[in-house]
């Protein structure tokens, strides 16, 4: 079983991108994790196997009230199948019809909107702490 994480859109290299890579590769020291960028939604889709289950990163949807809310959303999406749990950030406009009925669930980071740069840092940071809690480190603290 793997972590993923998609996003779509164009792959810029800066300090965002650093950032996210320290917490990619320590959330790769708890589980196996892959990020990768598609530059459009069609070719992630062709990417996804039936069996994985899909977390939309969706405006509007349902919020995680905490960290630690997260944690344990993020545990029974592991614990619910045994194989890989992909989070998906859309592009710029969202996600088109295809993938939204390809989601298993629909959760939102903040009722703000972000760059979506920011909304993967954010959301691999919440990984790592979501981990780091159900692990029971000092992290989340």
Not at 90 to 117: C, M, Q, V
Request: hydrophobic share 40%.
């Amino acid at each position: 079983m793997k972590l993923r994480l998609y996003t779509v859109g164009k792959n810029k290299t800066d300090e965002y991108s650093a950032l996210c890579g320290e917490f990619e590769q320590r959330i790769h020291r708890k589980i196996p994790f892959i990020y990768r960028n598609f530059s459009d939604q069609k070719a992630l889709l062709n990417d996804l196997k039936d069996q994985w289950f899909v977390v939309l990163m969706n405006a509007g949807a349902k919020m995680p009230k905490s960290s630690v809310k997260f944690a344990h959303l993020l545990k029974y999406y592991l614990n619910k199948r045994q194989e890989d749990v992909v989070f998906i950030i859309g592009g710029a406009y969202g996600f088109e019809n295809e993938l939204l009925a390809r989601g298993d669930r629909k959760i939102s980071l903040s009722p703000l909107t972000f760059p979506h740069r920011m909304a993967r840092l954010i959301l691999v940071e919440q990984i790592y702490r979501a981990l780091s809690i159900l692990d029971g480190e000092p992290y989340s603290h």
